[in-house]
């Protein structure tokens, strides 16, 4: 029978927490696509992934595993640091959430582990060869890889609908992307909510309320996916606004081709125990999809903003995390001052956040006043336009004429 001390329910409830935030922080990562592109409404949307991410939290525990067992040295780690790690964790990832980028709910927690650890045990604790295979080079490969995918599948797609009919075609893409979208979800919840029975399970071993290499007991599966799953259904509305329409707009031929793509990513390194970033893969499919219709493109200064957060993510969640860890080493007190510090951010930033509400009623409304980058202007000038578009007719209408009067044009004729 498991035993609890007072401080490993306080990591249990804090790492539930995270769990929380990683939900709505990645809702974007199954849905934005397909809320973007009209395929489903934003509140059905959600609670469609919130029910696949809790079922796809029972399909496997090899990510758990990883976590409880590989990432660092069970022997010299206390309940204090996971407690640590969780609080660089959440911290990070509703700083991201407040200004609408997607950065990574997995690597926070990475980063967090392995600063608290550090401050705690030293960099032997970490075990290097698991960071470096089963983190790291997953983070670079799968953006890559699902972006690529997407492209060409974006391509293959928009090659083999040539002749098919325009409204039927759009309409089959979306019931495409619904199906795909619960792809996603469910391989979320095979991923993300494993990452949050790990930390409890490690914290459990640490505690000594369950042997050493044990698998996660039931309760904690179960109470990660409920925790995920309420997350999601939440919904990260200002995540889903950038990734939905941030980086590029979307048809549904490309929704469809981008969430494939990194639903068989994530699946993949899901079964092999990867701890990927689901954030990463979609990221890289929804870009990959941007630039594989011909007229397409990325905005690439959005792009960059999350490419600088992902680059943040591990070393700022672990700087936090290391600090918070030698604040807890005083004792009690320190815990107590850590948990009212954690209490009393994440209420700053909510209340920060309602300063500019974003919801499911105005989620695909995006600022048009972003100038085009130059890789964008680059494309575009190179590439034909779509046939059937206004330049047709040399003489427009006065309606026309006067909104392009109004509106300054950011295209050069060549």
Request: aromatic content about 6%; glycine content about 10%; charged content about 10%.
């Amino acid at each position: 029978m498991e035993s609890f001390s007072l401080i490993l329910a306080i990591v249990v409830v804090t790492a539930l927490a995270f769990d929380f935030t990683n939900g709505f922080h990645d809702t974007a990562n199954a849905m934005a696509t397909t809320i973007s592109t009209g395929a489903m409404r934003p509140k059905v949307a959600v609670a469609m992934s919130a029910v696949l991410n809790l079922v796809g939290a029972f399909l496997s525990v090899e990510v758990a595993n990883t976590i409880s067992k590989g990432l660092v040295d069970e022997a010299g780690i206390r309940p204090e640091v996971i407690f640590a790690a969780l609080v660089g964790a959440i911290l990070w990832n509703l700083l991201t959430w407040l200004v609408g980028l997607p950065s990574s709910s997995s690597h926070a927690l990475m980063g967090g582990l392995i600063g608290a650890t550090i401050a705690s045990a030293g960099v032997g604790a970490v075990h290097g060869d698991v960071l470096v295979t089963k983190v790291l080079i997953p983070a670079i490969a799968a953006p890559l890889v699902a972006g690529v995918a997407a492209l060409l599948a974006t391509r293959l797609t928009y090659s083999l609908g040539k002749k098919a009919d325009g409204k039927a075609s759009e309409k089959g893409y979306r019931a495409g992307q619904i199906a795909s979208a619960g792809l996603v979800s469910l391989a979320h919840g095979t991923n993300d909510a494993q990452k949050t029975m790990g930390v409890i399970t490690l914290a459990l071993v640490a505690g000594g309320a369950v042997a050493p290499d044990s698998d996660p007991p039931m309760w904690v599966i179960l109470s990660a996916g409920i925790a995920i799953a309420l997350g999601t259904y939440l919904g990260g509305w200002r995540i889903i606004r950038t990734m939905g329409k941030g980086l590029t707009d979307l048809q549904p031929q490309q929704g469809f081709a981008a969430q494939t793509s990194a639903a068989t990513v994530i699946l993949a390194s899901s079964h092999l125990g990867f701890s990927l970033s689901t954030t990463h893969s979609v990221s890289g499919s929804v870009m990959g999809a941007g630039l594989g219709r011909k007229g397409g493109v990325v905005r690439w200064s959005t792009a960059t903003r999350m490419f600088v957060a992902w680059g943040l993510t591990l070393p700022a969640a672990a700087l936090v995390a290391a600090l918070a860890e030698y604040v807890t080493g005083f004792g009690s007190w320190g815990t107590a001052v850590v948990a009212v510090f954690l209490v009393a951010s994440s209420a700053a930033i909510w209340k920060i956040s309602r300063r500019e509400v974003v919801d499911h009623t105005n989620v695909n409304d995006t600022d048009e006043a972003e100038p085009a980058g130059v890789v964008t202007t680059a494309m575009a000038a190179v590439t034909p336009p779509p046939t059937g578009t206004a330049t047709e007719d040399p003489v427009p209408s006065f309606p026309a004429q006067a909104a392009a009067e109004r509106t300054p044009s950011t295209t050069t004729t060549v």
